[in-house]
């Protein structure tokens, strides 16, 4: 399971949502091994004055945060780092300077899905990678 949430000034967001969404979703594909009919992401748009960061920055700044399922290797987190700031850089032309990543990981039992903790659902994927 992976959930990801997207913030960003709303002006340099929203005209890129689909792509960004694409790039992201290969990116996890492809580290982690996930099904290709799995996404969840959700976008925060932001008024600028509402989004405050640090100075060499530009407008285009955008944090990714992924929530996950606890077992995945020190590897896979760092390869899909890596493809993140690889694809967004190539294919949207955001920088590594206006991107960051965090990735959450919690058990598996504190999630709940379809009506059922995480750790009684059966995934068609594996999250030991």
Do not use: C
Not at 50 to 58: L, P
Not at 71 to 96: M, V, W, Y
Not at 103 to 129: H, S
């Amino acid at each position: 399971m992976a959930q990801i949430k997207i913030y960003g000034i709303k002006e340099t967001l929203n005209p890129i949502k689909k792509q960004l969404s694409e790039v992201i979703h290969s990116a996890v594909v492809d580290a982690f091994k996930y099904p290709p009919d799995k996404r969840f992401h959700r976008f925060f748009p932001m008024d600028q004055e509402d989004f405050i960061y640090a100075d060499g920055r530009s407008e285009a700044y955008t944090i990714i945060e992924i929530s996950i399922f606890e077992g995945r290797t020190t590897e896979a987190k760092k390869q899909l780092i890596s493809l993140l700031f690889q694809r967004i850089n190539d294919l949207l032309g955001i920088s590594p300077q206006d991107l960051e990543i965090t990735i959450f990981e919690t058990p598996k039992q504190n999630w709940g899905i379809r009506g059922v903790p995480g750790d009684e659902l059966q995934l068609n994927y594996k999250v030991n990678i």
